[in-house]
């Protein structure tokens, strides 16, 4: 009596589409057995696509055959598009087969090999269900690029966005919150090119929208989030972008912003990263002493670890630690840190007045010399009209005080008047007191945006290092009158000793130039870094 093993396989396509069952299958092969009196020893049975023969069932099948050599003859299934729709791997497959021992049969499309003939009827039964796959295939390719020509996603949606369907069937995308608000966040951030992708993927995932590092960087090249589908190459079509039908996450400035800066960082990508830029926040502020250029900052390598500089590009080989600096710069901010709150608010409110003050004299000085001038035309038309002087003198007399009153009224135009009150500036210094009182430790644990936004506030004008002393332009005026109150302060304390205080010995010196006080007060502070050693 004959052995033979059951091989029952269906896709889940088939099944939808054909009607394919595996039951149905069972059922028919069972029924052979009996009729042909065949013992079924084993069933195999595999839901998976028979393109090629790495399916998981079937690579069992082998291994249990080759433990089990000449204990069947036969392996049955219904169809050969059952065993294989790849008429090479199908050949291939069956000689190794018939190695161990096995002669594989389709019930329904029997051949005997044996005769030479029958090959030809094999030919036929491998080729047309592979003829019917790759048919089928280009067929789902064709309808695939025709859809992305429509503008219509054809798989799964990207982050920030969620499958749906109408009511007829048809498939679409729509953004979905709040992934989608992430996302514009994400393409934002990248664009500035502030921060690196690893640290932007870290925030994503703390956000809550969790994605690996290598879609990460897949998603930020995909121009789906700007509107657009990508339509691959074929044949003679070039690779292009359509419009698409879902809506944009992001704009296309942005989207090609973050396309520069991946460009950008693909550059560097062999390029050791052995600090954060947060280490270096002082870069772009600081002039070169030597030429016009304005110094970077990098990692030096010495023999056991990276060194972190200021230094210039050019060949003038300026260059200093970037710890002393960072360090020192942060005890600098504690010098704008009001000392006496309310000392200083006293102060800057007593300037506010004083201001108003100047600038209602000014304006009243003006007025006085515009109204003598009109009087002064008035005169002279009485006199004319008097005949004490003649219509010529009185016309070249009002056209050289009209031209007087013109400039006057021009300068008084500019000095307008105060629309603030004391007590919004009462209101604004108390706020502004607030945030100064901890200058110095928002500094320290600000991201990089925030630390340089503080810089550039303070110092508006770049500063200035040279190996001895350092000058800035300009800073801030509310920087400039906090400074010169705190020193006035720190002056009234007896017995102090400059080389006790917390400053580092290599550091930035503050310097005073003279002012120029009046209607608009102008403090010119001076930054200095100066290299010593004690």
Request: net charge positive; hydrophobic share 30%; with cysteine.
């Amino acid at each position: 009596m004959k052995t033979a093993d059951l091989y029952i396989r269906v896709s889940t396509d088939e099944q939808a589409e054909k009607g394919y069952s595996l039951r149905s299958q069972q059922e028919v092969l069972r029924k052979y057995c009996d009729l042909h009196s065949i013992a079924i020893r084993e069933i195999f049975i595999e839901d998976h696509s028979a393109k090629t023969f790495k399916r998981p069932i079937w690579q069992k099948y082998l291994v249990y055959l080759k433990r089990n050599k000449k204990k069947s003859a036969l392996l049955l299934f219904t169809k050969w598009d059952r065993f294989s729709r790849n008429t090479s791997d199908a050949y291939q497959m069956i000689t190794k087969l018939n190695r161990l021992g096995i002669d594989p049969q389709a019930i329904e499309q029997p051949l005997d090999l044996s005769i030479p003939e029958n090959k030809m009827m094999l030919a036929i039964y491998l080729t047309a269900p592979e003829v019917e796959n790759d048919r089928r295939g280009l067929n789902t390719k064709s309808g695939i690029r025709q859809a992305k020509k429509e503008g219509r996603c054809t798989g799964k949606a990207p982050l920030g966005y969620i499958n749906k369907s109408y009511e007829d069937g048809r498939k679409y995308i729509t953004p979905k919150e709040p992934q989608a608000k992430i996302m514009r966040w994400v393409f934002e951030e990248y664009a500035k090119g502030n921060y690196s992708g690893e640290q932007i993927l870290k925030e994503m995932n703390d956000k809550g929208l969790r994605c690996s590092k290598n879609n990460f960087y897949h998603l930020l090249k995909n121009p789906m989030y700007m509107g657009k589908i990508r339509v691959p190459a074929e044949r003679d079509e070039p690779e292009g972008l359509v419009d698409a039908l879902h809506p944009a996450l992001v704009t296309e400035e942005i989207f090609e912003q973050v396309q520069v800066v991946l460009g950008q960082k693909t550059k560097e990508v062999n390029a050791i990263k052995v600090f954060d830029p947060n280490d270096l926040p002082l870069r772009g502020f600081i002039n070169c002493p030597k030429c016009t250029r304005v110094l970077t900052g990098s990692a030096s390598k010495g023999k056991t670890s990276y060194s972190l500089y200021y230094h210039c590009k050019s060949s003038c080989g300026v260059r200093f630690r970037a710890l002393e600096a960072n360090d020192s710069f942060k005890d600098l901010l504690t010098m704008y840190i009001p000392r006496n709150p309310d000392e200083w608010k006293n102060e800057f409110v007593d300037s506010f007045n004083q201001q108003i003050k100047c600038k209602k004299k000014d304006r009243k000085i003006l007025k006085d010399k515009i109204a003598a001038l009109n009087t002064r035309i008035e005169t002279s038309r009485e006199r004319m009209l008097d005949d004490e002087i003649e219509p010529s003198e009185f016309r070249k007399i009002k056209g050289e005080t009209n031209l007087e009153i013109e400039a006057l009224e021009t300068e008084l135009f500019s000095i307008e008047p105060e629309k603030n009150t004391v007590a919004s500036v009462k209101h604004t210094i108390e706020q502004a007191i607030q945030c100064l009182k901890n200058i110095d430790k928002y500094y320290d644990l600000a991201r990089l945006d925030m630390k340089k936004e503080i810089i550039s506030t303070i110092f508006p004008q770049k500063l200035h290092y040279s190996e001895g002393i350092g000058r800035t332009q300009k800073s801030n005026f509310f920087a400039s009158l906090i400074y010169l109150k705190n020193s006035e302060l720190r002056a009234k304390k007896m017995g102090q000793n400059h080389s006790k205080m917390s400053l580092s010995h290599t550091g930035w010196l503050m310097g005073l130039e003279p002012t120029t006080l009046g209607t608009t007060n102008q403090y010119s502070n001076q930054l200095s870094y100066s290299h010593r050693v004690f």
